[in-house]
T-cell receptor, first 111, second 116 residues
Framework: QKEVEQNSGPLSVPEGAIASLNCTYS??????FFWYRQYSGKSPELIMS????GDKEDGRFTAQLNKASQYVSLLIRDSQPSDSATYLC???????????FGGGTRVLVKP | GAVVSQHPSWVICKSGTSVKIECRSL??????MFWYRQFPKQSLMLMAT?????????EQGVEKDKFLINHASLTLSTLTVTSAHPEDSSFYIC????????????FGPGTRLTVL
């Protein structure tokens, strides 16, 4: 079992709709959770960080964390073609110090 | 967010030569930096963790004598690929962590290495 799992996609979403991305992790003691966006040929860009259970909103993005169920999700509201990218879930495990990345979910927003 | 730069953005070299890549945190001090490698259509692979003033910690399977890491200051870490070969061609990306152990990591723009 992989430590951080994501559906590879592609997740096809009509422009203006909500894109919902999920991520599960295996280390129950994980402390911090991050979503990165990576465009093809570019490096990852941090879009959300979340540390405690519940929802965290930033603009069109909402991250949701449920430590009991060991999942973290990302909602993208009013999806735009510019949101088309690969979204990486990253988890900082209990031992700390380094991130473990999921394989990424490719999102395609169609006009 | 915090800004991390990398230089060069791309490099082409001949097989057998060495290449140095610099990673700088521009507006914060980073006690810990990380080096990743990414092959096309694959996820990030952590190569090593670089701590200022101490030896880097390499991930399993990464040759420390081939990938030399130096973190001489709180704003600069370097990765040297020694005796590069075509199989070392990849996208190398550094990141720097802000603050505590569970803090955010910000990535540099990456360096695309092509070894002929």
């Amino acid at each position: 079992q992989k430590e951080v799992e994501q559906n590879s996609g592609p997740l096809s979403v009509p422009e203006g709709a909500i894109a919902s991305l999920n991520c599960t992790y295996s280390d129950r003691g994980s402390q911090s959770f991050f979503w990165y966006r990576q465009y093809s040929g570019k490096s990852p860009e941090l879009i959300m960080s979340i540390y405690s259970n519940g929802d965290k909103e930033d603009g069109r993005f909402t991250a949701q964390l449920n430590k009991a169920s060991q999942y973290v999700s990302l909602l993208i509201r009013d999806s735009q073609p510019s949101d088309s990218a690969t979204y990486l879930c990253a988890v900082n495990a209990a031992a700390g110090n380094k991130l473990t990345f999921g394989g990424g979910t490719r999102v395609l927003v169609k006009p | 967010g915090a800004v991390v730069s990398q230089h060069p953005s791309w490099v082409i070299c001949k097989s057998g030569t060495s290449v140095k890549i610099e990673c700088r945190s521009l507006d914060f001090q980073a006690t810990t930096m990380f080096w990743y490698r990414q092959f096309p259509k694959q996820s990030l692979m952590l190569m090593a963790t670089s701590n200022e003033g101490s030896k880097a910690t390499y991930e399993q399977g990464v040759e420390k004598d081939k990938f030399l890491i130096n973190h001489a200051s709180l704003t600069l870490s370097t990765l040297t690929v020694t005796s590069a070969h075509p199989e070392d061609s990849s996208f190398y990306i550094c990141s720097a962590r802000v603050g505590l152990v569970w803090g955010e990591q910000f990535f540099g723009p990456g360096t695309r290495l092509t070894v002929l």
